[in-house]
């Protein structure tokens, strides 16, 4: 059983990553280390005794984002289609959402003024993602599921298919598409990537 003082450490810390990813999103790295206090509840200097600076909270945000992301591929069914329906299915509903675009604004909007906080967003984010795929894909090669190649760029070539242009698109303010249009995109994509990586000898 946690210690109460434990508990309380914990729960802060939650409140804490909830109200700055709240406050990035709405705010941009802007947001400032007061309000996001404020808006958890807890005085400043806990929000220090969690996290040594802002760079860090905004990189532990980045870094939840993507877990959720990449746990798509955890524990998932052994048909390779199948698992790689269900990361697309995942991965566009993150990265696509208000939410996800809403971040990779921010992102993008403090990349030049940040390069080291970009670069932390890169590699717990899309890298890292990138990263659990291109493992998955490797033990489908490796299975004589996919057609033996370079997992890591077999990976970030699906994850350009699944999200590139249409995030251009919606960052341009296009609609968001049908739930029905959208599923049968999905399938399309995910198809087309194993026709490209099907095992050699196997009819296209």
């Known amino acids: 059983m946690a210690h109460p003082a434990e508990s309380v450490f914990v729960d802060s810390r939650q409140r804490l990553i909830e109200a700055a990813r709240e406050a ?11 309000r996001i206090a ?7 200097q806990t929000l220090y005794n969690h996290f040594a600076s802002k760079d860090d909270l905004f990189s532990e945000v980045a870094r939840l984002a993507s877990s959720r992301i990449a746990v798509s591929l955890e524990g998932g069914p ?5 698992c790689l329906l269900r990361f697309a299915a995942t991965l566009r509903a993150k990265l696509l959402s208000d939410e996800g675009l809403a971040m990779f604004r921010v992102l993008v909007a403090e990349a030049v003024r940040f390069p080291a906080l970009a670069k932390a967003f890169y590699e717990k984010g899309p890298q890292e993602t990138a990263r659990r795929l291109a493992v998955s894909l490797e033990r489908a090669m ?8 370079d997992p890591g760029f077999a990976a970030e070539l699906l994850i350009g298919m699944l999200v590139g242009a249409e995030r251009t698109a919606r960052m341009c303010g296009l609609p968001v598409r049908d739930p029905a249009d959208e599923e049968v995109r999905v399938h399309r994509i995910i198809d087309t990537f194993l026709r490209a990586y099907a095992p050699e000898g196997t009819a296209p």
């Open 24 to 34: 990035f999103l709405q705010e941009g790295y802007r947001a400032s280390v007061d």
């Open 38 to 44: 404020a808006r958890a509840g807890v005085a400043k």
């Open 142 to 149: 490796a299975a004589g599921q996919l057609r033996r190649d």
């Open 78 to 82: 052994t048909d390779v289609r199948e």
